[in-house]
């Protein structure tokens, strides 16, 4: 009788930690060449990553119908309007009509870059597996950091580590 009952806590605390665990392992480990990608803007404009080395790239993977995605953008916006000249920020869409995306846009005022990820095959490369999914690479195109998922107060782990980077940058 008392080994069943210390089964069940042992179980469940055992299975637990795995699933803490896997969650910290998803996205890129820190320190890896990210992996190149080429897709089109919604303006027609295609966004390569490897030719914009020089600069600390900010990505932020998202759709119109995620709740926490749309709770995370206006920070997004934000990072874009402070550190545009010194960053690049990117909020890939993914699998999502480009007219959707861009009436979503447009009724929210948001001006950052939006390349369309239409198939998921760089949010794969990427190995988001839930968004939001942020990924802030080095002016050598090197993860820096990835959060995965969006809650109050994160915004501000993202402007440290943006300006870590900048700074690193202008070296």
Partial sequence: MHARWWTIPALATLTALGAHASLQQQGLPIGTEAPDFRLETLDGKVVELSKLRGKPVFIDFWATW?????????HTQ????????DAHILAIN????????REFLQKHNYTFTVPMDINGEVATAYRVRGIPHFVLLD???KVQFVQIGYG???ERKFEVEL?????????
């Fill in 152 to 154: 109050p107060g994160i």
């Fill in 94 to 101: 993914l699998k999502e009509d480009p007219e959707t995306v």
């Fill in 139 to 141: 002016a050598q195109g």
């Fill in 163 to 171: 300006q870590k980077a900048i700074r690193q940058s202008s070296r």
């Fill in 78 to 85: 934000k990072l874009a309007e402070k550190y545009g000249k």
């Fill in 66 to 74: 995620c709740g926490p995605c749309r709770r995370a953008l206006p």
